[in-house]
DNA sequence: CCACCTGTTTACAACGTTGGAACAACGTTG
DNA sequence: CAACGTTGTTCCAACGTTGTAAACAGGTGG
């Protein structure tokens, strides 16, 4: 094994506490021993024995965060960020992915409670909001997502009717009148696409304008690009799609290329994300941009608010903000500049 | 606190001993204490605290994941299977990102030795060879890439001279004679481009074609979108570009398409990885594909021998496969089929 | 010279777990 | 029936750390 405070102890002639109290920067240690103390550290190279730390602080300095897949670039950026967030808390963070399977997103939610974490950030798909709130475990949660039920959980996104709204009023704004929305999802899953199809509903209802959406399972570019070929193949196929992520978009985008359309003098198409691809695809693509870098911060300090403080607080809900991004795929060359929201 | 075994004990009128016994499948348990105790156990609905088994038993059940940047790709697409291959060892997985910075490299290189995680997969990049070789930790490690010195770990990667020569040899056989290196980088960093320029070199010289190579410093789309400008203004522009990684190419192929240009008829385009955003690229993107599964579970694999088994094994090195995938980007549409290598 | 501070150091216990030794109960064997 | 093995259970110690309380020095003030 490694080195103990026992070893360093020995070395420097002293008791293990007063090893401990040098290492911890306690304030009552003379100056000699401290020196002493520190001379035997550094010589034997002592690390703490974490394991041995937490067990006796009840605290692992590390959480966890839990997402349906990694490698979705949203979910890669904001874990890039929620590392970084987390790190200025002198947290490690560990990443389970959750595949939105129901059985693994229990045991996620369950396995919190091992004491190897001192929290959770999650984002669920497939579990309900009801069985969200029935938890009794009283490990720290937040979630990443619009608060669907009331429930135990913080929780932390941006506004996901208005945004829909927002970029369903850009593309009829454009002229647009055949707008499709792409991502529709069966409503027994939980989370946001229920919400920015009521967000695309909203701006629809509000022209006048008739509703075309076309349904997929997952948001992958497969899924965008099968259900874009659903919709060229329809009666009347839209001169605009929403598609509810980015993802969704770039496959779509793909499809509408591959037959020789034009984006977007024959179709536009926006998403919501946005991922660094759709930055520098051809046409580069206009969409939602979440504040991912506020996300992470929030959701890292809500739990360091929960894990710290006393859990008996309400669960609050907090808002990021995102902008619109205007880009070809909808305005064609000659970017406009990008409006905040 | 949760509840612990003595919690348990107490209430089914054992002794710990008896409960730790039957938590862990200790064969000589009389049927009825277990069913007493297994009772008392689902009651309190107890869950081992792992910190006090990981200090009791020097092992985390948790590994560390150091890569560059999780935004990447196709670190995000590793680390995706890095986690699940990891979980059928029961081990969790800690992702620490580096920026690619030589004091963040160290930190990890260092922080490992706290005992928290019990072992490392590192994909290095500032770091030099002879400070890894150097270390003195024994704590598990195996490295991403391809070995460049002698060193006490474990290697895994792809065999980059030969991937980097095969794709500039199928640029080469469309009858391309310009074709330029992009993702030079400066040689002082260690790491995989300096082997991708070595098979680039091998080709265009058995072919006796000159060379022409751009720099950057990191692999982004940013960059090979920048590097690409700077080819194109140069005396002799390519017509074909090996990009040393996908996200270069997908930045360069941003370049050569939004200055009029077609892609392949007038520069045909290559990279390395197979991320997943080059098959739905218009046009898709040639690449080389690691086999990325394999790579994770080699890896893993590594590791797993590594903390079980002795260490004083020698480090070795295994190789992962890859396949040249020929799509739009080199031959334009009607794709041909994809070769095995 | 004693009581009483202040500052520094130490002994002890505890966090929850598991390996090993010890022990008890039981049946088997010579 | 004594000696012995087998099986089931308990007791004790230890992993390395830190909080608590107590011990110890060295002054000060009465």
């Known amino acids: 094994m490694g080195v103990s405070l026992r070893d360093v102890a020995q070395l420097a002639g002293v008791s293990v506490k007063t090893v401990s109290n040098v290492v911890n920067g306690y304030a009552h240690v003379s100056a000699a021993t401290r020196t002493k103390v520190e001379q035997a550290l550094s010589q034997l190279g002592y690390q703490p024995n974490l394991s041995a730390r937490n067990l006796r602080l009840g605290r692992t300095g590390v959480i966890a965060l839990a997402l349906p897949e990694l490698d979705a670039p949203y979910f890669a950026e904001l874990s890039r960020s929620i590392i970084k967030v987390a790190a200025e808390h002198r947290w490690l963070v560990i990443i389970e992915q959750t595949d939105g399977s129901l059985a693994r997103e229990r045991e996620v939610l369950d396995g919190v ?12 798909i497939a579990i309900g909001a009801d069985e969200l709130a029935a938890r ?22 941006i506004d996901n009717v208005r945004a829909a709204r927002d970029i369903t ?41 008739p509703e075309s959406t076309a349904e997929v399972e997952r948001y992958h570019r497969a899924e965008g690009a099968s ?11 839209p001169d605009a799609v929403f598609c509810f992520n980015d993802l969704l978009a770039l496959g779509a985008m793909r499809t509408v290329l591959a037959v020789g359309l034009r984006v977007p003098e024959d179709i536009a198409l926006a998403g919501l994300d946005d991922i ?22 929030m959701a890292v300090d809500l739990l360091k608010l929960r894990i ?34």
């Open 227 to 237: 259900a874009m070929a659903r919709l060229l193949r329809s009666p009347s196929p």
């Open 136 to 157: 009794t475990d009283d490990t720290s949660l937040v979630l990443l997502g619009e608060r669907i039920y009331d429930g135990p959980a913080d929780h932390v996104a």
């Open 308 to 341: 710290d403080g006393r859990s008996d607080r309400p669960p609050r809900e907090v808002r990021a903000d995102y902008r619109l991004m205007v880009r070809e795929s909808t305005v064609g060359r000659a970017p406009t500049g990008e409006r905040p929201s």
């Open 169 to 209: 009023e850009h593309l009829i704004g454009l002229g647009r009148r055949r707008v499709a929305a792409l991502g529709v999802q069966d409503s027994s899953v939980s989370g946001t696409a229920p919400l920015r199809l009521a967000g695309y509903r909203e701006a629809m209802a509000a022209h006048g304008l």
């Open 113 to 124: 409670r091992d004491h190897r974490v001192d929290g959770l950030i999650f984002s669920p």
């Open 276 to 297: 660094e691809d759709g930055r520098y695809s051809t046409p580069t693509l206009t969409t939602v941009a979440p504040d991912k870098a506020q996300l992470a911060r």
